[in-house]
C-alpha cells in the first residue's frame, strides 16, 4: 500500500436543473401518494430539466463549478470523460458536446456508459490513464436527463429518477491522499431486468416502438432491488480488503441514491451506523451517475470532508454494473 501511486481529487462541482418535481405533483399524473412513496423509497422530490436543457448542459455547469472550486481553467485539462446513460445524441459521444461547449479546443473526449456504476468505473479508467501517464489532469463529470427517458404513465419507474450532474478535477497525488482502492464487476446476463428497449442498433427506432413505450426505461424493480443489495455489500467489503481498512475506520460511507431501502440494507449487511451514511435521496431522487459526485460535492461544501476522511464510495446499476472505492482525503 505504501509505495502505490495514488490519483485525487482536487475540485468538485455540481449542478441540479432549477425545477422541482415533488411527490405531491407527481400523485396528480399519476395513480400514486407521497406517504408511498417516502415510505417505498425515500424520496420526497427531484429536480427536472428544463426542455431546452440537454445532458451536457447540466455536465457543463458542473464542470465549470469543479474548475473553478480547483482554482483552474479548461486549458488546464488535457482529458474529459463524460459518464451517463442519458447521451444527448445516440452518438458522437456527450463527452464531445460538453468539450465544445467549455471550449477544451482538441482535449480528447469520450464517454463511460455503465448504468449507475458509471462514475465508479470513470473514476477507475481515469486513475489509469493518469499513472500511466496518457493524462496528467481529467475532468470527470457524471450527469444525467433521466426525466426524458422516463414513461410518466408508468408509476413504478417515474417517481424514482431525477437529473442532475457533477463533477471532479482528478491528477495524480503526491502527499498520500486519494484513491486507495478499487473494486468493479459487471454481468451482463441480467441486461433485461433494467434497460431503455428501442432506440439502438437491437430494435430501431419505429412508429411500433414508439407506440410500446420502448424509448424509456423499463425496471423490474424488485429484482433489482435484491441485486443491488447484495452487490453493493460485496463491492464495499472488497475494496475495503484491498485497502486493508477495518470498517471502523470508515468516516463517511456514500453508496449511490436508489432507493433508501436499499441504502439501509446495504448498512445493515455491511453494519455501518447510520450516522456515516450519506443520504440525500429525499431532495434529489436517484440521478443515476450523477449521485455519488453530487453527494461528494455537498459534503465538500458543507465542511464534512476534512483531509483524512475515509470515504467508501459504492453503486450499483443497470448491465448490471457495481463497483466500490475507498478514498482517503
Ligand atoms: N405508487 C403506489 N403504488 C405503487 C407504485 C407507486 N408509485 N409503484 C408500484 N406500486 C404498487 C405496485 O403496483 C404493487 O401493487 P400490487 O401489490 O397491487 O401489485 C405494489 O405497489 C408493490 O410493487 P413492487 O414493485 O413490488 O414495490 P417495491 O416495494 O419493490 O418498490 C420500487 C418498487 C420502489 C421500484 C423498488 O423495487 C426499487 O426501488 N427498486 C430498485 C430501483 C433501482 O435501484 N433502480 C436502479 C437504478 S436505475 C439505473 O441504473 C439507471
Known sequence: ????????????????????????????????????????????????????????????????RALKNAHLEIKDIDLIIVCNNTPDTVFPATSCWVQAKLEAGTVPAFDVIAGCTGFLYGLIVAEGLILSGSAKRVLLIGGEVLTKVTNWKDRGTCILFGDGAAAVVLEESRDGSGMLSSYWKADGTLTNLLLIPAGGTQKPTTLQTVAENGQFIVMKGNEVFKHAVKRMAEAAEEALRKANIAKEAIDLFIPHQANKRIIDAVGERLKIPKDKIYVNIDRYGNMSVACIPVAIAELRQHKKIKPGTIMVLDAFGAGFTWASIVYKW
Do not use: F
Open 1 to 64: 500500500m505504501e509505495n502505490r501511486r495514488l490519483i485525487k481529487i482536487v475540485g468538485t462541482g455540481y449542478y441540479v436543473p432549477d425545477q422541482i418535481l415533488t411527490n405531491a405533483d407527481l400523485a396528480k399524473m399519476v395513480d400514486t401518494t407521497d406517504e408511498w412513496i417516502v415510505t417505498r423509497t425515500g424520496i420526497r422530490e427531484r429536480h427536472i430539466a428544463a426542455a431546452d436543457q440537454a445532458t451536457s448542459d447540466l455536465c457543463v455547469e458542473a464542470a465549470r
